[in-house]
């Protein structure tokens, strides 16, 4: 029986499911599928394996006012017509988002010019009472992001869920004020269909680079 992290919340509970993925930061390299294959060889679970599955079917079909980092209000569907890769995070985040958008720059960092001035960064924040505009504005600033490509935006708090379920990230509030939830980054065509994704952090997905100059290279054909 083929099952994703996301088909397990109900059976493990949030908590253990963000936990899988906050786990692969200190056990695995950032790649997160490796460990969370032994973690479930050793449990209760022994049958089940973890599928890549189409999360964003319906990310592109959301009706979602976001405001953005300048303070702009749009409609999340203002931001097709691009291939972008979405995630969320936020601002407060310890230790994993800034290990995300350290990934993201990486696969910048991976294409060409041309490549990069066709792709756009789309980061949707887990803390919207928290993440004002001013606070995403310095969030970018201190890590150095294209303001130009990337995208830093906050739902209402009401339409954070919606968009999580879109994206398949599973998030939960804990202690102090921090959020658990899986390191996902979505590759999304121009009309919001999921192409690819990856829970790779810090190292290179090259398969997922390949599928961001596929897609690229596919929408500049249309």
Not at 69 to 92: C, D, E, K, P, W
Not at 118 to 128: E, G, Q, W
Not at 169 to 187: D, Q, R
Request: charged share 20%; proline share 4%.
């Amino acid at each position: 029986m083929v099952r994703t992290i996301r088909d397990l919340t109900p059976a493990l509970g949030v908590s253990t499911a963000a936990a899988l993925a906050l786990m692969t930061i200190c056990l695995d390299a950032y790649d997160a599928r490796p460990v969370i294959e032994r973690w479930l060889s050793a449990s209760e679970y022994p049958s089940i394996s973890i599928s890549a599955e189409n999360h964003a079917a319906s990310f592109g079909d959301l009706n979602v006012a976001v405001e953005t980092s300048t303070g702009q209000h749009i409609n999340l569907a203002a931001t097709r017509g691009r291939v972008r890769i979405a995630t969320m995070f936020y601002a407060h985040c310890p230790t994993m988002c800034p290990l995300v958008v350290e990934t993201l720059k990486d696969i910048d960092g991976n294409l060409t010019a041309a490549e990069r001035s066709k792709l756009s960064v789309l980061l949707l924040s887990l803390d919207p009472s928290r993440d004002t505009p001013a606070v995403l504005r310095g969030f970018g600033t201190d890590r150095d992001v294209d303001s130009n490509r990337w995208l830093l935006a906050r739902t209402a708090s009401q339409d954070v869920g919606r968009v999580a379920r879109a994206l398949g990230i599973v998030h939960e509030e804990a202690a102090a004020g921090v959020i658990n939830h899986t390191p996902v980054l979505v590759l999304l065509d121009a009309k919001g269909k999921e192409l690819a994704r990856s829970e790779k952090l810090s190292a290179p997905d090259a398969q997922f680079i390949a599928a961001v100059r596929q897609a690229i290279a596919a929408d500049a054909r249309i």
